[in-house]
């Protein structure tokens, strides 16, 4: 006997379609079909559901409920949103609820994000690291990772386990191994980044294709999480950049890769929403939630990109129709 979901709602198909279509593109998906099969759930009961996403029924079904977290709703909010953009790419009425139209996903913690400057001082810290008797190559490798994490936006795990063979210096394509969400992904560098790697292990005389580490420890095994941000604690400080219980950590570095994409793109006049697909694959995220999250920071940071997001990008604005459907 089959325990396979049977939807009941008059979506089911397009939603069946759609979480096919987010594994098609990488993403395990299983929180986001669970979430899925709750709206499901909600348009077979709702008496407004008309078989179209509409502005009434995506409203309702995202408003806050009794003692909800707001981290809970978050969640619906990027579900039913994903899949109104799902539609649209396929011609099917739907409306997109707009960005920063409700209170969305109050985060305890705030991320810290590093402005250009900082990360130039941070980096030229970790160049100036002293040599190190117990740790001979420290001032070497640690630079290496420092602008690994930054340049590629890689979770400070997925650095340190970092094998030779998993960074190819010939295509500048890094594979990610299952990591947080159990997915492999290919990261590309840019050519600076690519270029610094090269003469990094040329000078660790890096054997190719083994499953060393690329960033060897003192051992010549993987470096520790502790260790890591022990030294990073050492360049804010040659840096100038206090610290706080609270950060900025290793994994700032990972938050600033990602609004400083965000700006970029919105300078060089890209379709920042149309971006966040590219931004969610390349730095491993389940779903969009995590990165709609850096949209927000960086709309809230840059007030001047919110006001061209909602003037050029009307269509995520107001209830969008399209024939077909």
């Known amino acids: 006997m089959s325990n396979k979901y049977v939807f009941t709602s008059s979506f089911g198909e397009h939603l069946e379609k759609y979480i096919e279509y987010m594994?098609?593109?990488?993403?395990?998906?299983?929180?986001?079909?669970?979430?899925?099969?709750?709206?499901?759930?909600?348009?077979?009961?709702?008496?407004?559901?008309?078989?179209?996403?509409?502005?009434?029924?995506?409203?309702?079904?995202?408003?806050?409920r009794p003692g909800e977290k707001q981290t809970t709703q978050s969640h619906r909010i990027t579900t039913v949103r994903g899949f109104g953009k799902y539609l649209l790419r396929y011609g099917i009425n739907a409306y997109i609820l707009p960005y920063g139209k409700l209170a969305i996903a109050?985060?305890?913690?705030?991320?810290?994000?590093?402005?250009?400057?900082?990360?130039?001082?941070?980096?030229?810290?970790?160049?100036?690291?002293?040599?190190?008797?117990?740790?001979?190559?420290?001032h070497i490798v640690l630079p290496m990772m420092f602008r690994l994490i930054y340049g590629c936006g890689l979770r400070i795990s997925e650095a340190i386990k970092l094998a030779t063979e998993d960074v190819d210096l010939q295509t500048g394509v890094i594979l990610v191994h299952a990591t947080k969400f159990n997915k492999d992904r290919y990261v590309p560098m840019a050519l600076s980044l690519l270029s610094r790697c090269k003469d990094y292990a040329a000078r660790m005389g890096v054997n190719v294709c083994t499953k060393s580490p690329f960033l060897p420890s003192p051992t010549e095994s993987f470096y520790t999480r502790s260790s890591i941000g022990y030294t990073f604690l050492q360049c804010l400080a040659i840096a100038g950049i206090p610290h706080y219980d609270d950060g900025p950590t290793v994994h700032?570095?990972?938050?600033?890769?990602?609004?400083?994409?965000?700006?970029?793109?919105?300078?060089?006049?890209?379709?920042?929403?149309?971006?966040?697909?590219?931004?969610?694959?390349?730095?491993?995220?389940?779903?969009?939630?995590?990165?709609?999250?850096?949209?927000r920071m960086t709309m809230e940071m840059f007030p001047e990109i919110k006001k061209r997001i909602s003037s050029e990008c009307s269509w995520i604005m107001p209830e969008v129709i399209r024939n077909g459907g």
């Open 23 to 64: 594994r098609m593109r990488g993403y395990k998906f299983e929180t986001g079909e669970c979430n899925i099969r709750q709206f499901d759930a909600y348009a077979t009961s709702s008496p407004i559901a008309t078989g179209r996403l509409t502005r009434e029924l995506v409203e309702t079904y995202i408003a806050i």
């Open 106 to 138: 109050k985060y305890g913690f705030v991320p810290y994000v590093f402005n250009t400057d900082e990360i130039a001082r941070i980096m030229s810290a970790a160049d100036s690291l002293p040599h190190c008797p117990n740790s001979p190559f420290r």
């Open 252 to 295: 700032s570095l990972r938050h600033s890769f990602a609004v400083h994409n965000l700006v970029k793109w919105d300078k060089e006049g890209k379709d920042v929403n149309a971006m966040l697909s590219y931004l969610s694959s390349y730095m491993g995220h389940e779903n969009l939630l995590g990165t709609e999250r850096y949209l």
